[in-house]
């Protein structure tokens, strides 16, 4: 292992030590075997509520190659990326594990990651079948590290039964913010205690949005420079905060006691802005799903929609790195997006399978996800998204609770993201 890797995991390792013990015995002794002598190729995963299509793909992948035990190793989001810097440290990393945006850049530039490139006929993936917002996301110095997973964009929800009784028509592909905002003002009624939106005090789901919408960015394309300084930075988050000012969203305190997608969910909110991965929580449950329908995000003054999805990596230091490959085939292959769109989980990474995940709820309009597609901006990242991260969650909360103005916050915000970029 690379000295700077040995630096950069470091606390990982210690922090990590006794969370990771009940597992370590087995890690150290798995030789790339299992006692029946198959040869065990071991996957890390976090989302609780894929478990079960995974395992399926795991059942029919072991019907095809008897000889393959492939293990599942599931842990919370919140242990996920420190427990891989644990396995990193001490060598014991699993074969195959998802990745997300925040996190690929600090992998891949600390070389634990193997590049892809050179295993595309191995892997039969050609780039051009995945968005390219994804291809981007997860191609570091020109390589490929991850192949596509799934994808998730932002979009406007809306409750159709406030909707009608307020007798406000439901929002469409041609609104502009400001007919978003006139039809929130007609929408709230502080006596049935109904907000007619939300601020959206989150980065995919709200400003990485707006920010874009208004003509800004969030980082440059170098990596280099913050955009928060910016007055169209300014102005993206302004459109957020404007809303609890006119008295039409919930406060920053209200939303930190219920989250926005429970307000909605209870009829207190009328429409707001939420991720793909909410679709099965609204459009599952069956007392909820006849009152809720979705549309593409409001124009500002441009198109755009922050990109972000999860990738399959695979660890440079792989026991069995020609097998885990035969099943990162499997996993980015036709079959396996099509069950993952038929159950309308996740939005499945490949493009053609798009038609069978809109179809998944076809009295939804899931299009309007699709649609955006074509308008979608990278996720921002660098080598240490989490350290900006949290400067951004800080200033966030800073002006979301309407406690500075916002030129201010967003003026500190650059200052100290600007640093953490100079020292990447």
């Known amino acids: 292992m690379k000295a700077i890797k040995k630096m950069l995991f470091a606390v990982a390792a210690v922090t990590m030590l006794t969370g990771c013990s009940g597992n370590e015995s087995k890690d150290k002794a798995d030789n790339g075997t299992s006692n029946n002598g198959k040869t065990v190729v071991r996957m890390a995963m976090w989302n609780p509520d894929q478990i079960e299509v995974m395992k399926e793909i795991e059942k029919k992948y072991e019907e095809k ?58 892997l039969n993936f050609k780039k051009e079948d995945f968005p390219k917002g994804l291809i981007d996301l997860y191609t570091y110095e020109g390589k490929l590290y991850g192949i596509p997973k799934d994808w998730d964009l932002t979009a406007l929800f809306y409750n159709k039964e406030i909707f009608d009784q307020a007798g406000v028509e439901y929002p469409n592909e041609n609104w502009t913010w400001d007919d978003f905002v006139k039809a929130a003002e007609k929408l709230t009624n502080k006596e049935k205690g109904i907000w007619g939106t939300s601020a959206k005090s989150m980065t995919q789901e709200g400003i990485y949005d707006t920010i874009p919408q208004s003509g800004g960015y969030i980082i440059s394309e170098d990596k280099k420079k913050s955009g928060y300084d910016s007055p169209e930075a300014e102005a993206g988050v302004k459109r957020w905060t404007d809303l609890i000012e006119k008295g039409i969203s919930p406060d920053l305190k209200t939303l930190t006691d219920t989250p926005d997608n429970d307000l909605f969910k209870a009829g207190k909110i009328a429409m707001v802005y939420l991720g793909s991965w909410r679709v099965p929580e609204f459009f599952g449950d069956a007392s909820f799903k006849d009152k809720v329908d979705l549309q593409i995000m409001p124009l500002i003054k441009k198109r755009a929609a922050t990109i972000h999805g999860l990738s399959y990596a695979l660890a440079k230091d792989s026991k069995n790195k020609e097998q885990a490959l035969d099943f990162m085939a499997y996993l980015a292959s036709e079959e396996v997006n099509e069950l993952w769109a038929s159950k309308g989980t996740v939005i499945p990474a490949l493009n053609k399978s798009l038609k069978t995940w809109e179809a998944s709820y076809p009295d939804k309009n899931l299009k309007a996800y699709v649609d955006e597609l074509e308008y979608s901006v990278p996720y921002p990242v660098s080598k240490n998204t989490p350290v900006w991260n949290q400067y951004e969650n800080d200033a966030i909360n800073e002006i979301f609770s309407l406690e500075r103005p916002a030129k201010d916050s967003l003026k500190d915000l650059a200052d100290k993201m600007n640093d953490a970029l100079s020292k990447e």
């Open 65 to 122: 190659h008897p000889d393959i035990d492939i293990q599942i190793e599931e842990t919370t989001f919140k242990d996920h990326f420190t427990k891989l810097e644990t396995q990193a440290q001490g060598q014991v990393m699993p074969d195959i594990f998802t990745m997300n945006g925040p996190n690929f850049v600090k992998f891949a530039s600390n070389g634990v990651l193997e590049p892809l490139d050179e295993h595309m006929d191995k």
